[in-house]
């Protein structure tokens, strides 16, 4: 009799007991296999994912539909549909500022814990060892989950690879563990979808209670390498690379950092045109005119990264540049803003004509039929998720570099309100601003999330993802990783700064314009450098400095969306109202951090913050 794959593992005495008792272990081979089971068995129209809830009955989660180019994952339960920014929750006694266990639930996790693997041992189950971070890494991992749920397998699969059962040795040894157990979502946490990082001496266990991949799959896995970072040195930042190469054939690499719908994935695509070939820069939401450019041929683009950008300490090679690379095999890209046919034909050919099956998650899928990515999966009537995905394989991007690169310019995107005198916001950001590394650094302490958040469960009010961004996913404490950024700014003198809105610019509605203009602008200037001239410091301090003027293939940005307050439907007073307003919140989220566990450095930059100081201030203190 063939001994069975897991035996080959480097595996706890517990871990072989759990797959000892399951009915049926399945190691996948091939990509192929793990679509096939993700239908369960049936070669063609939909299968229901469900599971047997006390009270409850036979509750469907999802359901699996098999397109002609791939896999359409739907939901029951629209609150699914959407990443819980409050899902993860420590398990353990290690140091953290995130929620743990013991406070939030009755009962203790070790009670928790047993009860999932007794319910694995019950389930025929499929094994997926991965990599996790890729093979720059030495970081075995391993999924373990219900057959049924195959499709989530696949999902990792394409965003993190895997091992082959062929390819599985003695020496896999994981040191990361995904426990996926979707009923207890509704028996143990009121139907949220809760994660629980569970950081052991030699493992890190992530126990996903629910069937989204975003919290665990992505998010849950981003956790892992933040914390392996956070032990050795470096950061996993959040946030896509792109290398621009200019029709001169002149290049920049640029890394865009921000929240989740910040615009890291609108990075690395191309800027959309109206069906006349022009480029629609800005609608004036009060007074209904559109600006538009010419431009009469755009840069090339070669994507490096899409949310996860290892920094590991090996890439740099004492060079004074912030040098990245990929942190995963796939990516989850959102679609929302494709909402008709031509919208983003690049996207639009690599999912409707892939190379191989796709997996699709919140969008229409009929069986037999092509699963189109602008028919978004409907809430309620009339009103279409505001987070479609879609699981794209790197190999299948045209252009991608695999390798570590450096990064020229680090931009932060933030979604902004309209700001008008009518209405005053924080939308007062301008197209471009240039920010001293110092206040780069605050905007990455503070990481809003901003205005109308499509990847997200509703929020309230002005809300921040914390240090870098990635702060949801990270399970230790916010001043380590605020330390650890900071010496990342010191030890990168010659990587630039800038900020970004998408969405709006005062009075005018923008989309992601800003950053692929500022993307084409910056690329063709040759140099990350302004001169004192080409710059003035911006009304609000926060916004360091505004360009003076912005010219591009011969078209003259207009001044008012350089500098806000220029613009006559906004106006110095609403513009210092929605400064207050950006100030105010830097308050609320920085106070934390006056704290003696940051360095000198640290401390005087955040002091620097809460006594007023000017854009030089900053300048002055890195």
């Known amino acids: 009799m063939m001994e069975p794959t897991w035996s080959k593992l480097s595996l706890t005495k517990e871990l072989e007991d759990l797959f000892q008792s399951a009915p049926s272990v399945l190691f996948p081979e091939t990509r192929e296999e793990i679509l096939t089971l993700a239908m369960g068995g049936i070669e063609e129209g939909t299968f229901e994912i469900a599971y047997d809830v006390p009270g409850m009955g036979n509750y469907v989660e999802a359901t699996v539909t098999k397109c002609s180019n791939g896999l359409a994952v ?16 420590v398990a ?29 041992k019950g389930q025929p189950l499929i094994a997926l060892p991965f990599m996790a971070g890729g093979d720059s890494l030495n970081c075995p991992a391993l999924l373990i989950g219900p057959q049924n749920a195959a499709f989530f397998a696949g999902g990792l699969a394409d965003l993190q690879g895997f091992v082959p059962a062929s390819k599985v040795r003695d020496c896999f040894k994981p040191k990361t563990l995904i426990y996926l157990a979707p009923p207890f979502r509704h028996t143990h946490f009121d139907k949220k979808q809760i994660v629980v990082h569970h950081r052991l001496p030699d ?91 010419d431009i009469n041929e755009t840069c090339e683009l070669l994507p490096v990264t899409d949310d996860m950008a290892l920094c590991h300490d090996s890439f740099r090679n004492g060079g004074r540049r912030l040098v990245v690379k990929d942190a995963e095999a796939g ?56 987070n479609p995905r879609v699981i794209l394989p ?44 110092a206040l780069a650094w605050l905007w990455r302490l503070v990481a809003p999330r901003g205005h109308n958040n499509p990847s997200i469960t509703g929020t309230t009010g002005m809300t921040g993802e914390g240090v870098g ?36 610019i005062g009075a005018y509605e923008v989309g992601f314009m800003p950053q692929w203009i500022t993307r084409e602008y910056l690329a063709r200037r040759g140099s990350v450098k302004f001169r004192p001239e080409q710059t003035v410091a911006a009304r609000c301090p926060l916004l360091g400095y505004a360009l003076d003027s912005l010219k591009i293939d011969g078209n003259y940005i207009p001044k008012g969306l350089l500098q806000t307050n220029l613009q006559l439907e906004v106006g110095e007073e609403a513009y210092d109202q929605g400064a207050a307003m950006l100030t105010d919140f830097f308050v609320q989220e920085l106070k934390q951090f006056r704290t003696f566990d940051l360095s000198p450095i640290g401390r005087q930059i955040i002091e620097c913050f809460f006594d007023g100081g000017s854009v030089m201030d900053y300048e002055r203190l890195v």
Not at 98 to 113: I, N, T
Not at 342 to 355: A, I, M, N
Not at 405 to 422: N, Q
Request: glycine content about 8%; proline content about 8%.
């Open 469 to 504: 961004s990635y702060w949801p996913f990270a399970t230790g404490r916010m001043v380590d990783q605020a330390r650890l950024l900071l010496d990342q700014i010191i030890e990168t003198p010659s990587t630039r700064y800038k900020l970004i809105p998408n969405q709006n």
């Open 74 to 89: 739907n939901y029951t339960d629209a609150y699914m549909r959407r990443r819980d920014p409050d899902c993860l929750v």
């Open 92 to 120: 353990d006694d290690k140091p953290t500022d995130k929620p743990r266990y013991q406070d939030q639930y009755e009962g203790s996790f070790a009670e928790l814990r047993q009860d999932v693997l007794e319910w694995l």
């Open 394 to 437: 790197r190999n299948h991007v045209p252009g991608i570099i695999n390798e570590p690169v450096e990064v020229d310019v680090r931009s932060f995107g933030v979604r902004t309100p309209p700001c008008t005198h009518r209405k005053p916001t924080y939308g007062i950001i301008g197209m471009l601003h240039v920010l001293p590394p």
């Open 331 to 386: 990516w989850f890209l959102r679609v929302n803003h494709i909402d008709h046919y031509g919208t983003d034909p690049q996207h639009e050919r690599l999912c409707v004509h892939p190379k191989e099956p796709l997996i699709f998650l919140n969008m229409k899928g009929i069986a037999g039929a092509t699963c189109l990515i602008w028919e978004h999966t409907m809430d309620a009537p009339g009103k279409p998720c505001p």
């Open 203 to 293: 493992m890190h266990e992530i126990f996903s209670f629910n069937l989204y991949p975003g919290p665990s799959a992505k998010k849950g896995v981003y956790g892992a390498l933040i914390n392996i970072g956070e032990q050795e040195g470096w950061v996993t930042l959040h946030g896509s690379t792109v290398k621009v190469v200019t029709p001169y054939d002149n290049s920049l690499v640029i890394l865009h950092e921000g929240a989740s719908g910040s615009g890291k994935s609108e990075m690395i695509e191309q800027m959309h045109l109206e069906p006349d070939g022009r480029i629609l820069l800005a609608h004036n939401t009060l007074s209904g005119e559109n600006l538009y450019l």
